[in-house]
Nanobody, 117 residues
Framework: QVQLVESGGGLVQPGGSLRLSCAASGSIFSMYDMRWYRQAPGKQRELVAAITSSGRTNHADSVKGRFTISIDNAKNTVYLQMNSLKPEDTAVYYC???????????WGQGTQVTVSS
C-alpha cells in the first residue's frame, strides 16, 4: 500500500508562485509513474503533469512553460513548481502514483490552490 501526502497549497495572487509537494511512503519512484492532477469546481479532473521512473516529463499545454514536475529520490517526494499562476489554475491538486506494470494506482488527499487578488 502506497500512501501519498500532499502539501504546499494555499492562496496566491495572480502571477505568483507555489510549490506543491507529495511525500510518498517509501522509495516507490523506480516502479511508479508519478502524476499531478487537478480538479476545479464543476469540472472533470485533468492531468497537469507527469514524470516517469526514467525522469521523462510531460506537461499539459495549459501549464507548459509555467509548471514543472520533478522528483527528489532521496526525500521520496515529487514536486510541482507552479509559476505565473492564473485564476484558472484554481483547483484541488492531487498527487497520483501509477504502477508501471499493474493497474495499481494511489491518490493523495488533495491540496487546495486558489489564485485570486
Amino acid at each position: 500500500q502506497v500512501q501519498l501526502v500532499e502539501s504546499g497549497g494555499g492562496l496566491v495572487q495572480p502571477g505568483g508562485s507555489l510549490r506543491l509537494s507529495c511525500a510518498a511512503s517509501g522509495s516507490i519512484f523506480s516502479m511508479y509513474d508519478m502524476r499531478w492532477y487537478r480538479q476545479a469546481p464543476g469540472k472533470q479532473r485533468e492531468l497537469v503533469a507527469a514524470i516517469t521512473s526514467s525522469g521523462r516529463t510531460n506537461h499539459a499545454d495549459s501549464v507548459k512553460g509555467r509548471f514543472t514536475i520533478s522528483i527528489d529520490n532521496a526525500k521520496n517526494t515529487v514536486y510541482l513548481q507552479m509559476n505565473s499562476l492564473k485564476p484558472e489554475d484554481t483547483a484541488v491538486y492531487y498527487c497520483n502514483a501509477q504502477h508501471m506494470y499493474t493497474e495499481n494506482r494511489y491518490w493523495g488527499q488533495g491540496t487546495q490552490v486558489t489564485v485570486s487578488s
